[in-house]
Structures are given as C-alpha cells and as structure tokens.
C-alpha cells in the first residue's frame, strides 16, 4: 500500500497500571464519510487520565449501569486503556483545516461526522488554544449553564444568568477552575475569587487577572462572609464553583455560600467525599450542590444549549483571552515520543504542570 493511508498511527496507552507506552499499528481504514486527520496539539487532563495511569478512577473497579445510573456490580478488565485524553486539535488531510476533537493521544485518526464531534477552528485562534474547544471548555461553560438553571430553571437566555452581578468564589486553580472563572468574569459577575493552596496556580490565577485567597494562609469563609454582606445574617457567595478533586474543597465550597446558595461541582471525587461535614453549614444554612458533569446540560435546556453552543461560548472567551491563557494556562509542551514520561512523572509527582500539550 502507498500513499497517506500507508503511515501507521501511534497511540498513547496504558497496557496495566503504572506503565504508559506508544502503540503503533495500522490506520482505521476510511469507510462511509469518514477522512483522515492528524494531530497537531493533544492536551492532557491531568485528573481524568492520571486515574487510569494510577488505577484510582472508580470505573475501573466498579461496573456502571447507564440505564439505573448507579455503580456497582462486576466490571470487565479495562486495560488496557487504549483511548486517553479527550483535548485535540488535527488537521484534515484533504483540506488542511483545523478542528477540535476528542479522540485521544494519538498521531492521526479516521474521524466520522456519524460518530464523532467536529468542531472547525477559526483562523483567528492560536491552534494551540484549540486543545478546549471540544470538551474542557465546554465543562466550564456547562458549569455556568448549571448556576444559570440553578437560578432561573429553563428560563436561561446566557451563560451568563447565573453570575451577572453576582458574588462568585471558585475553588480549586487548575484549568478546569481558571476556565470556569474567566467565564464568570466575561459574564459580568460583581466579583470572582479562585481559592488554591498551591501559590504557583494562585500566581497564574492573579496573571489572569483573578482576585486570589490561599485558603492554607487564612480562613477565607469569615473574610469573604465578612465582606461578602447581603443582609442581616445573609452573607457569603452567591454561587460557588468547586473545580478541585478533594472533599475537603467541596467543604470550603460550602462554607463560603450565602444560605440558601449553591455550590456548582464540576469536580472528580475519585476516593469519594468523607470530609464534607453535611451536619455542619450545609444542614444550618440549607444548601445545595448541584453537579455539572458534561454528560447533559440541566433538565430542560437541552433544546437550546448543547455541546456545540458550549463550544461556540469556549471560542469566544479563548478569543478574549488568548494572550494571557497561552502564556500562563499552557506550561509545558512537549514532543509525541515523550508523552509515556510525561504521563508517568505526572502521576508520581514526579512533575508538576498546569496544562501540559503533546505536540505531535
């Protein structure tokens, strides 16, 4: 065989836990309306694949039954993990155009407008930015669309519904929780905090022009309840987006509403929650969570807000930000082949990054 179709593709995967490695193999042949694209930038979300390089993600240990929605039961041996990633930017071979995708770490693919979302790329975006159209903004700006819903039920008409105006405290400093507080200050909230132990993220949060509190040097529920006053004995977030993986952050969250607010969780609790203190601010206070996982927008607006709007709001706040998000957001970049090391040293700590990208 000659010709494009001949190069194998290779492929990040995980064959058991701890161990990642490049598999290379022949390209899917092209069938129906399928084409070829190859990948220019891959992104990597540390949380989501980190969990199958460590074997922490609950999926892996327990079946899930889509249609009860309820864990449980036997799951079949996942590894190995062949699909890791969900942040990509490829060429199309016929045409040379960029689109956003889903498909993984890998060199190239056979995308099928049957299966897969194909989100084209405007020429005004820095290609590498394009690593969020697809799937991580989208999560952000579903976060949004949830404290919209939260607030006026299927009555939305923006993203912006839910912060306008309002008081909002982010919890955590990864992308996920930066993303999501660039979307609440584009939308006109009266006030964003980002609150992060970890003073690297909170220096990126501040480069992004973001208020910042280390919840490690002070409390910051009585500070910002303190300046955050609404009413006698009503103070505190209006909303509040935790975007950090740890039930101690879903505490903080908490404790930071105003009664009767909601904290939005767009986070991954892969060891479940025991530190949430449901007897304490969440019983006296009445509050709510509410998570917003990209699997479906809020009851009711499916309709009118789908992937492809959520992608749409992503490349417009990447437009508005595109300076400042490309020199703080993305901090590594590095080559195909090194992508295995990457992984590993990711999840032993050995290295810490932001964003890292696979350049391919």
């Known amino acids: 065989m000659t010709g494009p179709e001949a190069v194998p593709e290779r492929t990040v995967i995980v064959p058991e836990p701890g161990r990642v490695e490049i598999s290379t193999g022949d390209p899917e042949p092209l069938t129906g309306r399928a084409f070829r694209v190859h990948t220019v930038f891959s992104g990597v979300s540390a949380g989501t694949e980190l969990s199958y390089v460590k074997g922490t993600n609950p999926a892996l240990h327990h079946g ?29 071979e016929e045409t040379g155009a960029l689109v956003a995708m889903t498909y993984g770490h890998r060199t190239g693919y056979a995308a099928d407008p049957l299966r897969d979302r194909i989100v084209p790329l405007p020429g005004e975006l820095d290609p590498i930015l394009g690593i969020y159209v697809a799937h991580m903004g989208p999560i952000c700006a579903n976060g949004l669309l949830h404290a919209a819903a939260d607030r006026h039920g299927t009555h939305v008409r923006s993203l912006g519904d839910g912060v306008r105006g309002r008081r909002v405290a982010v919890v955590g400093a990864g992308v996920v929780g930066l993303l999501t507080a660039l979307f609440a200050k584009a939308h006109d ?51 509040v987006f935790q975007c950090r993986g740890q039930a101690s952050a879903l505490n903080l969250a908490l404790r930071l509403l105003r009664p009767q607010g909601t904290v939005i969780d767009l986070a991954f609790y892969q060891g479940g929650a025991d530190a949430v203190r449901l007897g304490e601010e969440f019983h006296h206070n009445g509050l709510g969570v509410r998570c917003a996982q990209i699997g479906r927008v809020p009851r009711g607006l499916t309709a009118e807000w789908d992937r492809e709007r959520l992608s749409a709001a992503t490349i417009d706040l990447l437009l508005e930000y595109a300076e400042p998000i490309r020199k703080h957001l993305i901090t590594a970049v590095v080559p195909f082949d090194q992508a295995p090391e990457l992984l590993m040293d990711l999840a032993a700590r050995r290295r810490h990054e932001l964003q890292a990208v696979i350049a391919c």
Do not use: I
Not at 71 to 85: I, K, Q, S
Not at 199 to 218: C, N
């Open 189 to 239: 909230a009266a006030s964003v905090v980002v609150l992060d132990p970890t003073p690297e993220r909170l220096a990126v949060a501040a480069a992004l022009g973001l208020e910042t509190m280390d919840p490690e040097v002070e409390d910051p529920a009585p500070v910002l309840k303190t300046a955050w006053r609404h009413q006698a004995g009503d103070r505190g977030a209006d909303v």
């Open 64 to 92: 899930f039954d889509p249609e009860l929605g309820l864990f449980g039961g036997p799951v079949a041996d996942p590894y190995p993990v062949r699909r890791l990633g969900y942040m990509e930017v490829a060429r199309v």
